[in-house]
């Protein structure tokens, strides 16, 4: 689940003092009233609302200091959520609705601080609590139609289809329009048909779901591999979801039939883990990089869930599988051929490879010069700066910005510096 709430509105709203105040309006309350602007002015809102308090004290009934008080309370709200302040957040936005009940933008305010909140339980493993968050939000605002999207995205990812298919479906009454929600209910309907009658396993790190009629010992062969990889790669970034991955194993048939992907395609990571039963039959080093490489795209979607370029994705993957990994002869030729021909692409244009219509071999060769980017930059760097580039892509900077504020350096300059490393790697024995 990746989805994130919208950004709060904040109200806008000016106090206005009237030079002939009513007699019932005590003059006192009337400068209070003047200080509680002038704080507001400068986003002081813990002072404009001490200051409007006193007002009320003095002129309870003044329908304009109530109003106001609920506007300050919001705006403070929304200051407080800035900050990743989101319980503060929520008492403020609580407080503010005792003031005007009935408010519409407050209302959807705290809607979208509790969703966020919900999101950030999912991902620290807290279901129950997420779900329960989020009913809360639909309370504050039933029309929150990314609440019931949001929602219907973790009844998906735990395999809760029934439950899921509703709540997207309310989002699609409230929102004819929301997008995304097609795609959710096709692909539903394809999962629903292969894994109708799938056994789970379900443990403290990975649950996973496999064709009852199959040979079980592969579930159990696999799971000492799935330990491994959530030690190894939780190690790089320092992740150790707690939420369990789910890992689904597919016959070549059920995994087309899911997936819509080719024979050709040895796994697939897109929220699951999803494998075929003939490849897990494999050597135990060739089974040991395909379940490090899905798993390393489940770590780097948990904890940088947008903006990441798919070459990246899969060229930290493929690092994971095998950081050690020496290039063999016909990948070595293959290098020198790319390099001393031209054709070589700069290795931040390479997500146009992975839309699916790139030859086999422009493929291949996508893939070896993302994994050697990746290697080059935790050799030439470390982790720590491979995981703060991460995050300046998922905080929505482009790359070469992201690059820039990691390393103070630009594209070309780090460019030259890989196709040193490649010419490198080219000759080594």
């Known amino acids: ?37 002038e704080y507001a002015a400068r986003n002081d809102w813990p002072r404009a609302i001490d200051c409007l308090l006193n007002a009320k004290d003095l002129a309870p009934g003044e329908k304009e200091i109530t109003k106001g008080l609920a506007v300050y309370y919001n705006n403070w709200a929304m200051q407080l959520g800035d900050s990743g302040d989101l319980d503060v957040a929520r008492e403020k936005l609580e407080k503010a609705l005792t003031y005007d009940g009935q408010n519409r933008i407050i209302k959807t305010n705290l809607a979208n601080y509790l969703l966020r909140k919900a999101q950030l339980e999912y991902k620290n493993g807290y279901t129950d609590s997420a779900i329960n968050t989020i009913r809360e939000s639909l309370e504050a605002d039933p029309e929150n139609v990314n609440g019931y999207m949001t929602l219907g995205d973790i009844y998906y990812e735990t395999d809760d289809f029934e439950k899921a298919a509703l709540n997207w479906r309310q989002a699609r009454k409230l929102d004819p329009a929301i997008e995304g929600v097609d795609t959710r209910f096709a692909k539903l309907k394809k999962e629903e048909a292969v894994e109708a009658k799938f056994r789970e396993r379900v443990g403290p790190y990975f649950k996973i779901k496999f064709d009852t009629t199959r040979d079980e010992s592969v579930v159990y062969n696999i799971s000492d591999k799935l330990a491994e990889a959530y030690r190894d790669i939780g190690s790089y970034f320092a992740y150790y979801p707690k939420q369990p991955t789910t890992v689904i194993i597919y016959t070549p048939e059920q995994f087309e039939t899911a997936t819509s992907r080719s024979a050709g395609t040895l796994g697939l990571y897109d929220g699951k883990m999803r494998l075929r039963l003939t490849d897990l039959t494999q050597a135990d080093s060739r089974l040991k990089k395909l379940i ?7 770590v780097v979607s948990g904890l940088y869930p947008k903006n990441i370029p798919v070459w990246l994705h899969e060229g930290i993957a493929g690092w994971a599988a095998d950081p050690d990994h020496k290039l063999s002869a016909g990948e070595k030729a293959l290098l020198k051929n790319l390099i001393s021909s031209g054709r070589l692409k700069k290795f931040y244009e390479l997500n146009g490879y992975f839309s699916g219509s790139a030859p086999q071999q422009d493929l291949a060769a996508a893939y070896l010069e993302s994994e050697l980017f990746v290697r080059y930059f935790v050799r030439r760097y470390n982790c720590y700066y491979l995981k703060s580039l991460l995050s300046e892509l998922a905080s929505g900077n482009t790359f070469e910005q992201s690059v820039y504020n990691v390393l103070k350096i630009d594209l070309n300059r780090i460019n030259s510096d890989f196709i040193e490393y490649l010419n490198e790697c080219c000759r080594l024995p």
């Open 292 to 298: 490090y490489h899905e798993y390393a795209h489940a």
């Open 1 to 37: 689940m990746n989805r994130k709430a919208p950004l709060a509105a904040v109200i806008m709203f000016a106090l206005i003092i009237c030079a002939n105040a009513e007699e019932g309006v005590n003059r006192k309350a009337a400068e209070y009233f003047k200080q509680a602007s």
